[in-house]
């Protein structure tokens, strides 16, 4: 695994051809990598997934901090990034301020989209529900570390106080994206399971998808709720975005350089991939799926 830019960890960030690394526990940051993709086709991406520890949400704090800064440092440095996208929401609302002290590249985190799902909501309120002055209703579906997590109470305390926001943990949902990224069977009993009781709510307006797993079941998840009724929210059009905004991949100047580098070099059909378990069965199925190549085994001082 060499590095793509000659030189130590710093210069990666000024190097155009070196990738941007996706970081999730499992396979749900596939679903940043892909909106990544779509926005910035030719971007090199790198993957690595911390799956030999997969559920986070499960995980004591005072553990996952040190395990996800570790993994995410020995990545960096095996794939050369120049960046860090830090998809899944339990990681980023718990070690973004430790990951920006321990690494020297850009760090951009996934939280989930209070904000917008709050204005959405009141956009789609009936207009009897706002005479009778009700509020707002939305729904956070996250892992039960995000629902209960401190900085979660913030949000909504910042973007959602005159809404009503119900909050589900949903951790069976992670087990079930992995599963079907994986190739095998669909068990839509285990999603219609997991949103029986926010199903029943009958002015619920907006459902935030509060992990990157929650994506990939996107079309189940609406079928349950009504997609008529309800409207899906992610984060991961606004984390290709911001990945944009960091690295100045909107300027001319930026377009212009990528495209002379193309010139040259063409983009990988495969990007690298790694993993704290490369040989989890069904993993390369996954990953290849969203163009990465087979799972290398990442090292790092556990």
Same mark, same amino acid.
């Given at each position: 695994m060499s590095p793509a830019c000659p030189g130590d960890t710093p210069a990666f960030a000024s190097c155009s051809s070196a990738?941007?690394?996706? *970081?999730?526990?499992?396979?749900?940051?596939?679903?940043?990598? #892909?909106? &990544?993709?779509?926005?910035?086709?030719?971007?090199?991406?790198?993957?690595?997934c911390d799956n030999a520890a997969l559920p986070y949400g499960t995980k004591p704090d005072d553990w996952l901090i040190p395990r996800i800064v570790q993994v995410c440092v020995a990545a960096v440095e095996a794939s050369g990034a120049r960046a860090l996208v830090v998809a899944c929401n339990t990681a980023s609302t718990l070690a973004l301020t430790a990951l920006r002290a321990a690494l020297s590249i850009p760090v951009i985190g996934t939280v989930p989209a209070i904000k917008p799902a709050a204005a959405l909501a009141h956009a789609r309120q009936s207009a009897a529900r706002r005479e009778e002055g009700e509020p707002p209703v939305f729904a956070l579906l996250a892992t039960s570390a995000t629902v209960r997590r401190a900085y979660t109470e913030q949000l909504i305390r910042d973007f959602a106080a005159d809404c009503r926001v119900i909050r589900v943990a949903a951790d069976p949902l992670v087990a079930e994206a992995e599963r079907r990224l994986r190739g095998e069977p669909a068990r839509p009993?285990?999603? %219609?399971?997991?949103?029986?009781?926010?199903?029943?709510?009958?002015?619920?307006?907006?459902? &935030?998808?509060?992990?990157?797993? *929650?994506?990939?079941? !996107?079309?189940? &998840?609406?079928?349950?709720?009504?997609?008529?009724?309800?409207?899906?929210?992610?984060?991961?059009?606004? &984390?290709?975005?911001?990945?944009?905004?960091?690295?100045?991949?909107?300027?001319?100047?930026? #377009?212009?350089?990528?495209?002379?580098?193309? %010139?040259?070099?063409?983009?990988?059909?495969?990007?690298?991939?790694?993993?704290?378990?490369?040989?989890?069965? !069904?993993?390369?199925?996954?990953?290849?799926?969203?163009? *990465? #190549?087979?799972?290398?085994?990442?090292? *790092?001082?556990?």
């Open positions: 990738p941007v690394l996706v *970081f999730d526990s499992g396979v749900g940051g596939l679903s940043v990598a #892909a909106e &990544i993709r779509r926005q910035w086709p030719q971007l090199s991406l790198a993957y690595v009993e285990v999603v %219609a399971a997991s949103l029986a009781d926010l199903a029943a709510v009958e002015a619920l307006e907006v459902v &935030i998808l509060g992990c990157t797993h *929650f994506p990939l079941l !996107g079309a189940d &998840i609406s079928q349950v709720l009504g997609e008529s009724r309800v409207a899906l929210v992610d984060s991961g059009a606004a &984390i290709a975005r911001r990945v944009a905004e960091v690295l100045a991949l909107g300027t001319a100047a930026q #377009a212009a350089e990528q495209q002379a580098a193309q %010139a040259v070099q063409p983009v990988p059909r495969e990007h690298l991939a790694l993993a704290t378990d490369a040989r989890q069965p !069904g993993l390369a199925t996954a990953l290849a799926s969203q163009g *990465f #190549a087979a799972p290398q085994a990442l090292s *790092f001082d556990d």
